[in-house]
C-alpha cells in the first residue's frame, strides 16, 4: 500500500506504511512515523529522542464489509529544548479515541438517515461506540448555542415520560432552532437561561407564551423589557376546554332523552364548522343538541366568534370586539363564560399584543411533536445529556419515513 493511499483512503497524513495483516475476517495495516516527522507535543521542538514506545490500534473506514484496524507504535519522546516526556501526538486520532477521524466522519454521515442500531450493526461496533461519537459532535456544534442574535422566543414545556418529567424548551422563532432546554417546568427551569441570555447580551423584544402564572413572573422579572404576547392557540384551547365542562355539566342535569342527543358532541362542538363531515351527519347533530339547549348554544357560538379576535384589520379593531366579546359572555350567567371573560380581561394586554408583534407558540408546538417522535423512535433516553443535544440540534434533523 502506498503512502498516497493511505491519506486518501483513511485520512492518514506522515505515516508509512509496513504490512498487511488478515485475522479472522479482519484487515490490519501496521503502519510507523518517521523519524523525520516526530515533534514535541509540548513546544513543537523537533529535537526529540525516542523513549520507548506503546502499540495503539485505531478503528479504520471499512474495506467493503471487512472491519479494518490501523496499528500504530506510538513512540514516547523526550525534547531537549522543554525536557518534556510525552506521548507522540497521533495527527489521524483524536484525543485517547480508538477510531480515526476518517471512521467518526464515516458514523455521521451514516447516522444522517440510519439509527443509532443500525449504523452500530452495519459497521460491527457497540451501540455506546456510535453514540459517542455523535455525542461529541452534537457537543461541539450545539452545546452552546448563539443567543447574541435572539430577538423573538417562545417558550412551552413538554411531558417526556410518566410520573410527571417535564422539559421546558426555548425556541428561535426566527430560525426555528432550540436553544435552550430546561428540566422540569415553571420559572426554576428557566433559572440558567437567564443567566445565558445576560452573558450574551441578547436584546429580546416579545416572548410567545401561554397564561401560565410562572413564566408571566419569569418574563417580566427577567426581560422587563420585551413584549409578551399570549399564544392564540392556547386561549382557544382554554375556550374550548370551558366549553367542554359545560357540556359535560349539562349533560349531566339533563332528562333521559336530552342526554340520548347531546351523547357524543363533544368533538362536533370543538370542531371547525367548516369541518363537519356530511357523511357522519355531524351538521345536523350539532344542530340537534344546541337547539335542545340555550346555555350551549350561547357558549358555542361565543366560542366561534373568539376566533375571529387575531384576524381583525387592526389592534383597534380587536380591543373593541374584545370588550363586546368580555361583556357578551358575562351577559349570558354561565359559569364558564364568565370564568373565561374574567381570564381575557385579565390578560387582555397580553392577547393585543398579537397586533403589535404577530408570534405565537404555534412553531414550538411543532418542535414539541418532533421532540415526542425523538423520544419514540429511540424508545426513551438513558443519557438525558444526549437527548437534550440531540433536541438543540433538531432543526437540522431529517425525519424518514422507510419501507
Known amino acids: 500500500m502506498s503512502t498516497s493511499l493511505l491519506y486518501h483512503a483513511f485520512g492518514i497524513q506522515g505515516y508509512a506504511y509496513r504490512r498487511t495483516e488478515y485475522v479472522g475476517g479482519e484487515v490490519h495495516f501496521t503502519i510507523h512515523q518517521p523519524e523525520s516527522t516526530l515533534r514535541c507535543t509540548a513546544c513543537g521542538s523537533r529535537k526529540v529522542i525516542r523513549k520507548g514506545g506503546h502499540r495503539r490500534r485505531f478503528r479504520g473506514l471499512p474495506v467493503g464489509s471487512r472491519p479494518v ?17 510525552r506521548q507522540a501526538k497521533v495527527g489521524f486520532a483524536a484525543g485517547r479515541h480508538r477510531y480515526t477521524k476518517r471512521f467518526a466522519r464515516y458514523v455521521l454521515e451514516l447516522a444522517r438517515c440510519m439509527c443509532i442500531w443500525d449504523v452500530a450493526g452495519h459497521l460491527g461496533v ?22 447574541g442574535d435572539l430577538e423573538r422566543i417562545a417558550i412551552d414545556e413538554i411531558s417526556i415520560g410518566r410520573g410527571h418529567r417535564y422539559l421546558t424548551v426555548v425556541l428561535d422563532l426566527e430560525t426555528g432552532a432550540v436553544v435552550f432546554v430546561g428540566d422540569g417546568k415553571g420559572s426554576d427551569a428557566l433559572a440558567p437561561f437567564w443567566k445565558q441570555l445576560r452573558r450574551a447580551g441578547a436584546q429580546i423584544e416579545a416572548v410567545a407564551t401561554d397564561m401560565a402564572q410562572a413564566y408571566i413572573r419569569a418574563v417580566k422579572e427577567h426581560l422587563p423589557g420585551s413584549m409578551l404576547v399570549f399564544d392564540h392557540f392556547h386561549v382557544v384551547k382554554l375556550m374550548n376546554d ?96 364568565r370564568q373565561m371573560a374574567n381570564t381575557l380581561s385579565l390578560f387582555r394586554t397580553g392577547v393585543l399584543a398579537y397586533y ?48
Open 126 to 147: 457497540s451501540w455506546n461506540l456510535v453514540k459517542t461519537i455523535l455525542k461529541g459532535e452534537l457537543q461541539r456544534r450545539f452545546s452552546r448555542p448563539r443567543l
Open 69 to 85: 484496524w490501523i496499528e500504530l507504535d506510538v513512540p514516547r519522546l523526550e525534547c531537549k529544548a522543554c525536557g518534556a516526556v
Open 356 to 403: 403589535d408583534v404577530p408570534i405565537s407558540t404555534g412553531p414550538l408546538e411543532g418542535t414539541n411533536t418532533k421532540i415526542k417522535l425523538l423520544q419514540r423512535q429511540a424508545y426513551g433516553y438513558r443519557d438525558q445529556e444526549f437527548f437534550r443535544l440531540r433536541i438543540l440540534a433538531l432543526h437540522e434533523t431529517r425525519f424518514e419515513l422507510v419501507g
Open 242 to 337: 370551558k366549553l367542554s365542562d359545560l357540556r359535560r355539566e349539562l349533560q349531566r342535569q339533563a332528562q333521559a332523552e336530552e342526554k340520548e342527543v347531546l351523547k357524543g358532541t363533544r368533538w362536533l362542538l370543538l370542531k371547525n364548522p367548516g369541518g363537519l363531515e356530511e357523511e357522519k351527519d355531524e351538521a345536523r347533530r350539532l344542530k340537534a343538541a344546541l337547539e335542545l339547549n340555550a346555555p350551549l348554544a350561547a357558549a358555542y357560538y361565543l366560542k366561534e366568534d373568539l376566533r375571529q379576535l387575531w384576524s381583525l384589520p387592526n389592534k383597534a379593531s380587536a380591543a373593541r370586539f374584545l370588550k363586546d366579546w368580555i361583556a357578551r359572555a358575562r351577559a349570558t350567567g354561565i359559569r364558564q363564560m
